[in-house]
């Protein structure tokens, strides 16, 4: 009954996580850009521009600019989520990868990376008044979650260990469509029905984030209004019969 209770809920979640994002990406993708405003200095040519995306995807660039603490703590948490999400690959692998066989080792570290990361983040929206005053409950909300997360792997590790083997099996089935025997433990069922509120809630949060960098006119514009005049993509598109700009 549990297993396939939280096969249903995984296969919901995977629906509205793929449909959702989509969409939002879709949408990010139309809303028209009536002006140049690229956060200057920008760089003034396409290859520069995908170099400073590049930098702020990995080396979170502008954030280091901006604030030295937050980009510490925002910076281990979202590598440490990376090398987490790498080990956890072996879940729905068989056989498991190389490169996600030598990740292994690390994955244990980045766990408690990922909880002190968030935490600091949490501390920060907690103990800085002008960051306080702006944080709405669906901010702590989120970090709960992520940190919930977290905190419940780490204690599946080193507290309450489950059947790897069977979860293994479940995960497999599911990519298979087929409903697999679910470990009964409360650790564990916890930890998965917080991934599954995870995946519902993110298409329509703020953890969409990540996705919108790539669609922010202020990081993908090129800064060359002297060489060239700014064409917004609106007058490339002929208005409907009775309207005018």
């Known amino acids: 009954m549990v297993s396939t209770l939280y096969a249903a809920l995984f296969y919901v979640a995977a629906s509205v996580l793929m449909i959702g994002l989509a969409a939002r990406l879709r949408r990010y993708a139309s809303i028209p850009v009536p002006l140049l405003i690229p956060t200057t200095p920008a760089p003034t040519t396409r290859l520069g521009v995908a170099a400073r995306l590049a930098r702020e995807v990995v080396l979170f660039e502008s954030l280091f600019k901006a604030n030295t603490w937050t980009w510490v703590f925002g910076w281990m948490f979202h590598a440490a989520l990376l090398v987490v999400a790498m ?26 990376a990922l909880v002190a990361g968030l935490v600091g983040l949490w501390a920060r929206r907690i103990l800085v008044p002008r960051i306080r005053y702006i944080s709405a409950p669906s901010d702590h909300l989120m970090l709960a979650l992520l940190v919930g997360l977290g905190g419940s792997g780490l204690l599946m590790t080193y507290v309450a260990h489950t059947d790897i083997v069977a979860l293994k099996g479940f995960t497999l089935g599911l990519l298979r469509l087929e409903i697999r025997p679910l470990p009964a433990d409360p650790l564990l069922l916890l930890h998965l029905a917080l991934v599954i509120v995870l995946m519902l809630i993110f298409p329509f949060s703020k953890l969409l984030h990540g996705p919108g960098l790539f669609f922010s006119p202020t990081r993908t514009q090129v800064d060359n209004p002297r060489q060239r005049r700014y064409r917004p993509q609106s007058a490339a598109r002929p208005l409907p019969l009775g309207r005018t700009e």
């Open 87 to 112: 080990r956890h690959v072996r879940y729905v692998t068989q056989p498991v990868w190389g490169w996600v066989v030598l990740v292994q080792p690390y994955g244990i570290a980045a766990g408690f």
